[in-house]
């Protein structure tokens, strides 16, 4: 092929927008092979990877009808997971289309899944579910459904997978997704608004309604998974729209006389610059104009009002910017603001408060005590906290919340902490940035768990609540 | 179900007058944001930062999303190079400007030094690639750094695929797979003990297509040995190998010259270059769209030696 006819192809072929996703599963549902699938399909893997697989799947004695290949190995990328055949860790793998470039967080099943999914799902747009066909809706896909509610992933995705060795009996697949459906029902998945839900009947094996439609299932009339990626909205595209502007202050730049020596090479007014302050970080949800009424939010102040004077970005002056730009902004007053303030729009954020009602998905071999002390990370703030009580943890089978004392790892659960100073929390349920918070070790900095504001103290004259 | 638009750069059609509503940002302008915002944490958070920087073009875009994150102040870091000896002079020469440019300090980690004074032996392979760990981490621990920007990318590598944005590394540098921080959201947890450090790589979401794609954009000079040009070479391992003063033919190895270029830039030893006449950065970006090979397999002789040959390196206190 010429370069000339290349550069045709790739001008229309240009992803433009980013989408990500993770798939939950086990490997017994098929969810490597769906993954090597997706990326073998599209075409996201080059050669030399291919020849190693290849190697490797004759090595192992890796028979079949699809050439020989474990799509699986794909995916599997430290020796410790390829030695036990096991999938450890999440891994982040790339592929385009000719709309979107894709980011995929492949979330292994088995082992601390609550604590994969946990973080798979945090960043992810979609969420894609695997089901084996065989065996319909089981104890696990009850749970992977239950974190995913809890976390308001947007889309979820539900793959009845091996639909080939079921004969692709639409009976089967009905059945499976009535009781899918049942179960986002008692979860409130798909019904408040906020998540929407599709059960896609596919051979990852195969390739059926993985990326292109499937003959072999002529009933099923829904688009093939690829198909619904790339046309679901982003999370991002959902907050910068439906939100109201919420920005963390990353850092103050005010450079006094340390400009940069490129830009005052490529004609920077010095003079203009001297007194130049502007606040930097990445706007959470919403978006701002120039001329925008803003509040500051600073521990130990009244919420200061101003407005928008300047949103700059690199050298550009922007009008106008949305979730997730990092941008820096300038303000019309002279007001001390560092980071860990949150500037948002004017009158839209409630009185900050030093009592945290949160969800707890907790992610440490450390359980966690009353009475303990933590720290909490949420937006550009750190605090100190402690944990007043546990008020229930989540079995996630049943969705019930039993009375418990502690969270141990991979529990879910909730609890009542006290700030060591007051923070603009935003309930989870609509604020999937500033409604999400860290718990972290004091003593060794590790990362205890993920945590999701519930509601605002305001809110709850009953301290123990259920989901 | 959604329209997407095909616009490259909505910051332009947010600068429109009037315009009605800023439109879903281009997969760049969202993973330029991501990066400018994890560079920015780790400044807030940590006492010491500094960028690792080669010249090649990862460091390159790691460097020029900096000066993007902080306009109109200073890169408020410097960049250490860990240099192998066996450098491409014009990489050299580009890294220098560079730092010259942006008014940057450079630190600079020398394996000739560790050589020269006993505490590290050349191998039998004749690459340095690998030596490169020992001064790494003796100038994060002589610098006090407890921050280190890298380019790497998830794409990279299996291993790297696996790998936090904020990868912290005990008091000997070394990678703990199996331990990870979870990481959550865009909440990064920086707290180290210490004695650690983090290693930070804000572009760990980036292909390697979406880093041409915004050299291009972004009108980013690279080293020249990136684009298409005249060199002599010879076969080696499947790669075609520089002539240079470490790099030398065996005997049965014939020396021609060829339209080559090169798709990483590391030691001049184990570093090959890949036939080709893309010339221009348009050309580049077209080229890697079309390969079929990945460029570490493609061009790097230290990452074939096993399937685990990063992850192995990694866990010793490599990049």
């Known amino acids: 092929m010429s370069t000339e006819t290349l550069a045709a192809g790739l001008e229309t072929a240009l992803p433009t927008t980013l989408f990500r996703f993770a798939t939950a599963g086990s490997v017994d549902d098929g969810k490597s092979t769906l993954v090597g699938r997706l990326l073998h399909d599209s075409k996201a893997i080059l050669a030399d990877t291919l020849d190693a697989v290849a190697r490797t799947s004759a090595d192992r004695g890796f028979g079949g009808e699809k050439g020989g290949i474990d799509l699986a190995l794909l995916t599997d990328g430290l020796r410790a997971e390829r030695e036990q055949g096991i999938t450890i860790d999440v891994a982040y793998r790339y592929f385009a289309t000719d709309r979107r470039s894709f980011i995929l967080a492949d979330c292994p099943g088995h082992v601390q899944y609550t604590k994969n999914t946990v973080t798979g799902a945090s960043t992810a747009d979609a969420v894609v579910v695997l089901i084996d066909a065989r065996k319909g809706v089981l104890e696990q896909t009850r749970r992977h459904l239950s974190v995913l509610q809890l976390l308001r992933v947007a889309h979820v995705i539900v793959a009845v997978n091996k639909i080939d060795l079921v004969d692709f009996s639409e009976q089967v697949f009905r059945d499976i997704e009535a009781d899918v459906q049942k179960v986002a029902r008692e979860l409130g998945l798909g019904s408040d608004g906020v998540a929407d839900l599709l059960v896609v009947p596919v051979s990852a094996l195969d390739g059926d309604n ?140 409630r009185e900050s408060t030093a009592d945290l009602y949160a969800s707890l998905a907790w992610l440490s071999p450390k359980p966690l005590r009353e009475g303990q002390k933590v720290l909490v990370k949420h937006g550009t703030r750190t605090v100190q906290a402690l944990v007043r009580n546990v008020t229930g943890k989540l079995d996630l089978a049943t969705f019930n919340v039993e009375p418990a004392s502690n969270l141990e790892l991979n529990d879910i659960g909730h609890a009542q902490l006290r700030l060591s100073a007051p923070l603009p929390l935003e309930n989870y349920l609509h604020h999937r940035r500033t409604g999400a918070f860290l718990v972290i070790d004091p003593i060794d900095g590790n990362t205890l768990a993920a945590g999701l504001v519930k509601d605002h103290p305001g809110d709850h004259e009953d301290e123990r609540y259920v989901i | 179900m959604s329209t997407y638009t095909t616009e490259e750069s909505t910051v332009k059609v947010a600068a429109a007058v009037d315009a009605p509503s800023v439109e879903r940002l281009s997969s760049l302008d969202t993973l330029e944001s991501e990066a400018i915002h994890i ?108 921050a280190v920007f890298g380019g790497g990318r998830r794409d990279e590598d299996k291993a790297r695929a696996k790998e936090r944005i904020l990868s912290l590394r005990d008091e000997f540098g070394q990678w703990d797979p199996r331990n990870q921080r979870p990481e959550l959201w865009n909440l990064y947890n920086g707290r180290h003990t210490v004695g650690q450090h983090v290693r930070a790589f804000p572009i760990s979401n980036w292909t390697e297509l979406d880093i041409w794609r915004y050299i291009e954009r972004e009108n980013i000079e690279l080293p020249s040995l990136y684009y298409a040009h005249e060199r002599e070479v010879f076969a080696r391992d499947g790669m075609w190998r520089a002539v240079g003063e470490v790099s030398q033919p065996l005997p049965n190895e014939d020396v021609i010259t060829k339209l080559v270029r090169y798709r990483t830039v590391g030691d001049m030893s184990c570093t090959g270059a890949v036939e080709s006449d893309a010339r221009t950065v348009a050309d580049v970006v077209v080229e890697v769209a079309a390969s079929t090979l990945t460029e570490r397999g493609a061009t790097r002789a230290d990452d074939r030696i096993s399937e685990a040959a990063m992850e192995d390196r990694k866990k010793d206190g490599y990049f």
């Open chain 2, 39 to 146: 560079i920015r944490e780790v400044v807030a958070e940590f006492e010491k930062p500094a960028l690792l920087f080669s010249g090649g073009k990862d460091s390159v875009v790691m460097l020029h999303l900096a000066t993007k994150a902080f306009w109109p102040g200073k890169v408020p870091f410097p960049v250490l190079h860990v240099d192998t000896g066996h450098n491409f002079p014009e990489v050299i020469d580009f890294r220098d400007r560079t730092v010259e440019r942006l008014g940057l300090k450079l630190v600079v980690g020398s394996v000739q030094e560790f050589i020269d004074r006993g505490e590290l032996a050349e191998r039998a392979d004749g690459t340095r690639n690998p030596l490169q760990t020992v001064p790494l981490l003796d100038a994060i621990q002589k610098n006090k750094f407890d």
């Open chain 1, 210 to 349: 993985v990326v292109d439609r499937s003959e072999r299932t002529p009933w099923y009339t829904g688009p093939a998974l690829l198909e619904v990626l790339e046309t679901l909205p982003a999370a991002d595209e959902l907050e910068a729209e439906l939100e109201s502007f919420r920005f963390p202050v990353q850092l103050v730049i005010r450079p006094q006389g340390a400009l940069a020596p490129d830009a005052v090479a490529g004609g920077l007014d010095v003079e203009a610059y001297r007194d130049y302050r502007a606040y930097a970080g990445q706007i959470t949800e919403g978006s701002v104009k120039v001329g925008d009424e803003v509040s500051v939010i600073s521990p130990g102040h009244e919420p200061r009002t101003t407005t928008v004077i300047g949103i700059d970005f690199a050298g550009q002056s922007l009008d106008e910017a949305a979730a997730p730009q990092s941008v820096a902004v300038r303000l019309a007053d002279e007001i001390d603001i560092a980071r860990g303030d949150t500037i948002a729009a004017a009158g839209t954020v």
